[in-house]
């Protein structure tokens, strides 16, 4: 009996020691990635984490998806300036919720969210002061199987989206919607809008474009990309290496008028252009810089067409749940182009970095 007793405190001890020893590798083997210095920019290096405490503010995120933006890209090859050794990249991610602070009352557990881009622009014009909170650079970002974030830098995610498809909005979608219709004149139904390329921000821009009866041009270098974006509701197609003066095209096809509207996605090498195909009293989202950072514009075209020129950094968590009712109203869905895996991490960047995409690149975990 004796021996019993002893067998079986000892299987209860051996069992405790066990769960101690999973409950310690839950908490300590939390997959993600870091940026790691290299010569020129920067790798992705596997890691794992300690799970961090909650303040009384702060919810804990299991990230079911994230998504990849041209920033991301420009991050990882040393593009965007000095990052601090150790960041988590990427800024947009969507999941569940799986614990509260003690002071959360917006949120609760088991609640689907999505993150803000600017973790501290909760509304109103921005401030200089929101900046250092842009996650994924100049503060951690969202490449981690558990997010820690303040409650006021999360939305809820509408019921009818899936995951991957809340995981591409923080940034491109935000974007996009900031730039037709929080700043400067909002599109209207009346009005042509221009936008470059199909990556997230065009996307979307056509997306919601077409969703309040307006008209779309879009530009891109494959025939094919341009099938696909018509077949999605775009008005024209320019291909820009059949018509490397596409400005000239764009300026036909709206009856030497010009658009009213242009998200301006190229940067040095296409504003000047986007100025020559702008109607008079238009207005230029200058969103993305694809072709570099320096430009030397003949501004003189922008006074004599009396046009808006608008900067655009993503948004406030106002404009997210702006957005948010709007998709719902009309049940938009981003586009994705395709899904990878976590341990794909690396293959995702790459395939971004090819511009095979048409939509979101996204990264499931």
Known sequence: MEQQMSNTQSNLQSNLQSNLQNNLQKNTELQGYQLVRQDIGYQLKST?????????????????????????????????????????????????????????????????VITTFFADWIKGPFQRAYGPSARGAESEGVLVKELVAPQHSLVRLPD??????????????VTAWQALFERGKPLTSADTLMVQGTGGVALFGLQLATAIGAKVIITSSSDEKLEKALSMGAWKGVNYRTHPDWE?????????????????????????????????????????????????PNLIRVLQGNLDLVGIAVGSREHQTNLLSFMTEHKIHPIL?????????????????????????????
Not at 166 to 173: E, R, V
Not at 262 to 284: M, N, Q, W, Y
């Open 248 to 296: 000239q095209e764009v300026l036909r096809l709206t009856d030497a008028r010009g658009v009213d509207q242009i998200l301006e996605l190229g940067g040095p090498d296409t504003f000047e252009r986007s100025i020559s195909c702008a109607a008079p009293g238009g207005k230029i989202a200058q969103i993305g810089v694809l072709t570099g950072f320096g430009t030397q």
């Open 337 to 365: 182009d395709r899904v990878f895996s976590l341990a794909e991490a690396d293959d995702a960047f790459n395939y971004l970095e090819s511009g095979q995409h048409l939509g979101k690149v996204v990264i499931a975990l």
């Open 48 to 112: 794992s984490a300690v799970r961090q405490e909650l303040g009384p503010q702060d919810v804990r995120v299991q990230v079911k998806a994230v998504s990849l933006n041209a920033r991301d890209l420009m991050v990882l090859r040393g593009n965007y300036g000095d990052i601090p050794e150790g960041r988590t990249p990427l800024s947009d991610a969507a999941g569940v919720i799986e614990a509260v602070g003690s002071e959360v009352t917006d949120l609760k557990v088991g609640d689907r």
């Open 160 to 173: 009818y989206l899936t995951f991957e498809e809340g995981a591409t909005l923080p940034c491109a979608a």
